[in-house]
């Protein structure tokens, strides 16, 4: 046997019982005791679902008020996963997203009125005596669509770094379990995107038939990203160290719905001819279907239909013109504020500053107090001159002032009145809308066909 020397001994006596009396210390203070594992869960309380393009919503409501398109009504088909990845990859993404075009459809509100397609509901209600057609809405135009494209996995890049140094100390004790110390530091990460794409199209509800220019594809891609980080201390034989690690999913079923969304702003502002664009930035560019048919409406207007239309505009702005048809001094300050390049005196208003007036209307409360105002005003008009002997009637309940004070739609009327104009400006005016003898101003309304000019 070999001979233990009274020093060493009494050494290696003194390590361990340091050992056993901190490893309790440490353990305490450290919580790591495998008996008290725990975990605590955050608590959150419910709340509303707001998305980037909630208020746009809204405000694409707000717009066909102002803008006057008329009402428009519109149904969606069930819309679903065409790609079939909802269920090969454990509903990674949604399998049926018709209840959130129901919810996006609703909450556009204004002009826009949304009827549910539900013929198990509709029939169920009349075995039962609950219900039956009449009175029910009939839809104007139906979208369809779906997801088209869900394309998993189409870039992966991981990186990583890993440090180490260790160093040897000489002249420590025999009983030392080991004379090196060191350190050690890496990281590792790894990030991969998918895109997913949805189609949608419209159809006029009576015929069947696609509405042309109608559609919208739109793309967004969706990321993912893992990192881990290591930080190792050896001391001289133990070794200490931290570890940690996280893992970010951007949601996919949140990409659905922002795709479902900004594809209706896109759709329904594209129908009603209207400049959706603002409503989804800055960096937005015009959409050149809407563009388009803003010029075939000036090109097919008389000179008289022009300035009718814009003095309306102008009067929506804020400037205080007169709906005459005629490009009256007014009128023409007016323009002059909206643009100072216009050359007082021309005669005519160019197709450009025509379309700066229409897609620069604002849409906030105030311009849908004086649109409705004006509707009220060319509504009173427009009876005056169909029965001059008869009482005035009130306006319908969709064109009527709303002001509390009398005063001041009397303000309003005095700056905003129809006055007696040339036959041709007088026409156009005011049109007759369909049933009831509803009359509405020179709205753009709903997106016409070439065999409806």
């Avoid at 997801?147 to 025999?174: C, M, N, P, Y």
Wanted: some cysteine; hydrophobic content about 40%.
């Amino acid at each position: 046997m070999g001979i233990i020397r009274a020093g060493a001994l009494s050494g290696r006596f003194k390590w361990l019982t340091t050992a056993a009396v901190l490893a309790p210390l440490v353990i305490s203070c450290a919580g790591v005791d495998p008996r008290d594992v725990d975990v605590e869960l955050e608590q959150s309380a419910p709340e509303v679902k707001i998305t980037s393009y909630t208020e746009a919503l809204a405000d694409l409501g707000s717009m066909s008020k102002v803008f006057d398109t008329g009402a428009v009504k519109i149904q969606s088909a069930d819309i679903a996963d065409n790609t079939g990845t909802a269920m090969t990859t454990g509903g990674e993404i949604q399998r049926n997203i018709t209840e959130i075009m129901k919810s996006t459809l609703n909450s556009i509100g204004g002009n826009v009125v949304f009827i549910e397609y539900d013929p198990g509901f509709i029939q169920n209600q009349m075995v039962t005596g609950y219900s039956n057609f009449d009175g029910k809405l009939i839809p104007d135009v139906v979208i369809t669509g779906g997801i088209t494209e869900f394309d998993r996995g189409l870039e992966t890049r991981g990186d990583g770094v890993d440090v180490g140094a260790q160093a040897t100390v000489s002249g420590l004790k025999s009983w030392v379990p080991s004379n090196e110390i060191g350190v050690n530091y890496g990281s590792a990460g790894k990030a991969g995107k998918a895109r997913i794409t949805l189609d949608f199209n419209m159809k006029d509800f009576t015929t069947l038939a696609g509405i042309a220019k109608m559609t919208t594809t739109n793309s967004m891609e969706v990321h993912k990203a893992t990192s881990q980080k290591e930080l190792g201390v050896t001391i001289f034989g133990p070794t200490f160290g931290l570890k940690g690690s996280i893992k970010k999913v951007q949601g996919r079923h949140e990409a659905v719905r922002l795709l479902v969304q900004a594809s209706m702003i896109q759709m329904v502002g594209k129908y009603l001819n209207i400049p959706y664009w603002r409503l989804l930035g800055d960096d937005t560019m015009p959409d050149p279907v809407v563009m388009d048919s803003i010029a075939t409406i000036y090109y097919s207007m008389g000179p008289g239909e022009r300035v009718a239309a814009i003095q309306q505009w102008l009067f929506v702005h804020g400037y205080d013109v007169r709906v005459t048809g005629v490009l009256d001094p007014q009128t023409e300050a007016a323009l002059v504020k909206f643009a100072p390049d216009y050359q007082v005196g021309s005669g005519e208003i160019g197709e450009g500053l025509f379309t700066d007036i229409y897609i620069n209307m604002p849409y906030d409360a105030a311009a849908a107090g004086r649109r409705a105002a004006l509707n009220n005003i060319l509504y009173q008009q427009a009876v005056a001159q169909a029965e001059p002997a008869a009482a005035p009637q009130a306006a319908p309940e969709s064109t009527a002032v709303s002001y509390e004070e009398p005063a001041v739609v009397e303000q309003v009327a005095a700056t905003a009145r129809v006055e007696t104009a040339p036959q041709e400006a007088t026409s156009s005016t005011v049109k007759p809308a369909g049933k009831g003898n509803t009359l509405k101003s020179t709205g753009f309304g709903r997106m016409l066909d070439d065999s409806e000019w």
